[in-house]
C-alpha cells in the first residue's frame, strides 16, 4: 500500500496543496511551525479518522478561512494504491452558519466517490504514527490506552468501528435509563433490552482485543528483546473491566505478574458470563446511575521484566517499549492485511539514541512508504538521506530537492 497523491484545501496552515508523493522515504524538513506535522496528521486523518493532534475536528479547518461568516469547506484527498487497485478517500469538513454568528461543524466521507460511513470508510487506507506525544500510551491515562486499541483495531478489523460505535450507544442509553431508575423507580426488567446489546457488542470487543493483543505481544516482544539485546522481556497485560475468565468462588482476585491465557476464550461464553454479570449488579449500577463493566473501562498495561513501565520505567525503558510496540504494530498490519501500511514518524529521531536510530531506519528499509518529518537532517544517516525524498516544508509551502 502507498499513498500517490495527497490535496489538502483549507486544513491547518495550508490553503492549498496538491503533492504526488513517491514510494518508500519522504523526509519533509523544516523549522517547527511550517506545516510538517500537519502533513502526517492529514495522512493519519485519512486511516483512522481522528486527529493526534486535537479532539475537536473544527480545529483542522485553516483558521483564516474559518473566520469567514460563509460557509468554509476544509478538505482532504488521498489517493492510493492497495492491492492493485487506485483508491481515492476524501473528507470534507464543512462549518456551515448558524444564527447570528455561530457555525456547525458537518462531516462528509467519500470513497471512491460514493459518500460513506466512517465505520465503512475505516480500514481501507492503514498507517501507523509515532509521535513523541505517544508515551501517553504508556504513561496516560487508561482512555488514552483505550484509543490507541480502538484506533489501531479500526483500521484491520473490518466490523470493529461499528460494533464500538454500536456499543456507545448502547452504553449511553442504559446509563440513562439507570439514572432514571435509580431517581424515580421503575422496573429493572426495562434494562434487558440494552444489557443483551451491551453484553453482545461488549463481548465481540473483548474478544477482538483479547486476540490483538496477544498478536501484538508476540511480535513487539521479540522486537524489545532484539533492541534490549535480551535485557529485558516486554509483556502487554490486558485487564477487561469485565474479565470473561471464571474466579474461583470465595476467592479473591489478586494482582498478579503471570501472563493470563485468555486465547481459548469463545464468544458465547463472553457474551453469557458478561450478561450474568450486568444483572448481578443491577442494584449497585442504579444507585450509581452508570454501568461499571465493560469495554469502556478496560486497562491495558506494558511491562519490561515484570515492570510497570507507566508508573516505574524510566523514559529510556518508555521509549524502547513504544519502539518495540509501533513495530510490531507495522508486522500486525502486514500480516493481517497482507499489505505495509503506511509509516508516520513525526520528529521521531530525536527522542532516541543514536542506536536506537540506527535500529529504526534498518527496519525501514523493508517498509513501502514512510513518511518522516524533522528540523535536522544530522539526526539521519548520510545513506539514509541520499536514498530517501527530501522536501523542505516553508510556511505551509512545500519546496521539492529539484526546485
Same mark, same amino acid.
Given at each position: ?6 490535496s ?11 503533492i ?6 519522504l523526509?519533509?524538513?523544516g523549522?517547527n511551525?511550517?506545516g510538517?506535522?500537519?502533513i502526517l496528521?492529514a495522512?493519519y486523518f ?11 475536528d473544527r480545529q ?7 473566520r469567514?461568516k460563509?460557509l468554509?469547506?476544509g478538505?482532504i484527498?488521498?489517493?492510493f494504491?492497495?492491492?492493485g487497485r487506485?483508491q481515492?478517500?476524501e473528507?470534507?469538513?464543512i462549518?456551515?452558519?448558524?444564527g ?6 458537518r462531516k ?5 466517490g460514493?459518500?460513506r460511513k ?11 504514527l509515532?509521535?513523541?506525544q ?8 487508561p482512555?488514552?490506552r483505550?484509543r490507541y486499541l ?5 483500521q ?8 464500538l460505535?454500536?456499543y456507545?450507544?448502547?452504553i449511553t ?6 439514572k432514571?431508575?435509580?431517581e424515580?423507580?421503575g ?5 434487558a433490552f ?7 457488542r461488549?463481548a ?7 486476540q490483538a ?9 521479540r522486537v524489545?528483546h532484539?533492541?534490549t539485546?535480551?535485557?529485558e ?7 477487561p473491566?469485565?474479565?470473561?475468565l471464571?474466579?474461583p468462588?470465595n476467592?479473591?482476585a ?7 491465557d ?14 450474568e454479570?450486568?444483572t448481578?449488579l443491577?442494584? !449497585?449500577?442504579?444507585a450509581?446511575?452508570v454501568?461499571t463493566?465493560?469495554p469502556?473501562r ?26 518495540s ?6 508486522d500486525?498490519?502486514?500480516?493481517r492485511?497482507g499489505?505495509w501500511?503506511l509509516?508516520?514518524?513525526d520528529e521521531?529521531?530525536? !527522542?532516541l539514541?543514536p542506536q536506537?536510530r540506527r535500529?529504526?531506519?534498518a527496519y525501514?528499509d523493508?517498509?513501502?512508504?514512510t513518511?518522516?518529518?524533522t528540523?535536522?537532517?544530522e539526526?539521519?544517516t548520510e ?8 522536501w523542505?516544508?516553508?510556511k505551509?509551502?512545500v519546496?521539492?530537492?529539484?526546485d
Amino acid at each position: 500500500m502507498h499513498l500517490t497523491h495527497l490535496s489538502l484545501t483549507n486544513f491547518r496552515n495550508f490553503s492549498r496543496l496538491d503533492i504526488d508523493l513517491p514510494k518508500q522515504s519522504l523526509l519533509l524538513v523544516g523549522n517547527n511551525a511550517q506545516g510538517k506535522t500537519s502533513i502526517l496528521e492529514a495522512v493519519y486523518f485519512m486511516a483512522a479518522f481522528t486527529s493526534f493532534q486535537t479532539h475537536t475536528d473544527r480545529q483542522l479547518v485553516n483558521f483564516i478561512a474559518a473566520r469567514s461568516k460563509e460557509l468554509t469547506v476544509g478538505r482532504i484527498v488521498a489517493d492510493f494504491q492497495s492491492k492493485g487497485r487506485s483508491q481515492r478517500l476524501e473528507m470534507r469538513l464543512i462549518l456551515e452558519p448558524v444564527g447570528v454568528n455561530g457555525k456547525r461543524l458537518r462531516k462528509e466521507i467519500l470513497l471512491n466517490g460514493v459518500k460513506r460511513k466512517t465505520s465503512e470508510a475505516i480500514g481501507h487506507l492503514n498507517a501507523v504514527l509515532f509521535v513523541p506525544q505517544m508515551s501517553q500510551i504508556l504513561e496516560g491515562s487508561p482512555s488514552e490506552r483505550r484509543r490507541y486499541l480502538n484506533q489501531t483495531l479500526s483500521q484491520i478489523i473490518p466490523a470493529y468501528a461499528r460494533t464500538l460505535s454500536e456499543y456507545a450507544q448502547a452504553i449511553t442509553q442504559r446509563n440513562a435509563l439507570l439514572k432514571q431508575l435509580g431517581e424515580r423507580g421503575g422496573d429493572q426488567n426495562q434494562l434487558a433490552f440494552w444489557d443483551e446489546t451491551v453484553s453482545s457488542r461488549g463481548a465481540q470487543l473483548i474478544l477482538w482485543r483479547i486476540q490483538a493483543i496477544n498478536e501484538l505481544e508476540t511480535l513487539a516482544s521479540r522486537v524489545h528483546h532484539e533492541l534490549t539485546h535480551g535485557d529485558e522481556i516486554l509483556r502487554l497485560s490486558y485487564q477487561p473491566a469485565y474479565d470473561p475468565l471464571p474466579n474461583p468462588q470465595n476467592q479473591y482476585a489478586l494482582k498478579m505478574d503471570t501472563k493470563t491465557d485468555r486465547s481459548h476464550l469463545e464468544f458465547d461464553s463472553i457474551k453469557e458470563g458478561f450478561a450474568e454479570r450486568l444483572t448481578a449488579l443491577r442494584s !449497585e449500577e442504579i444507585a450509581r446511575g452508570v454501568t461499571t463493566v465493560g469495554p469502556h473501562r478496560d486497562e491495558l498495561r506494558f511491562l519490561a521484566n515484570s515492570i510497570d513501565l507507566g508508573d516505574y520505567g524510566s523514559r529510556g525503558q518508555m521509549r524502547t517499549a513504544l519502539l518495540s510496540l509501533k513495530l510490531a504494530e507495522v508486522d500486525w498490519m502486514k500480516n493481517r492485511s497482507g499489505e505495509w501500511p503506511l509509516i508516520l514518524l513525526d520528529e521521531v529521531m530525536a !527522542e532516541l539514541d543514536p542506536q536506537r536510530r540506527r535500529d529504526l531506519l534498518a527496519y525501514l528499509d523493508k517498509s513501502e512508504q514512510t513518511l518522516l518529518t524533522t528540523t535536522d537532517l544530522e539526526l539521519f544517516t548520510e545513506e539514509f538521506v541520499e536514498q530517501a525524498t527530501v522536501w523542505e516544508i516553508k510556511k505551509g509551502k512545500v519546496v521539492k530537492g529539484e526546485d
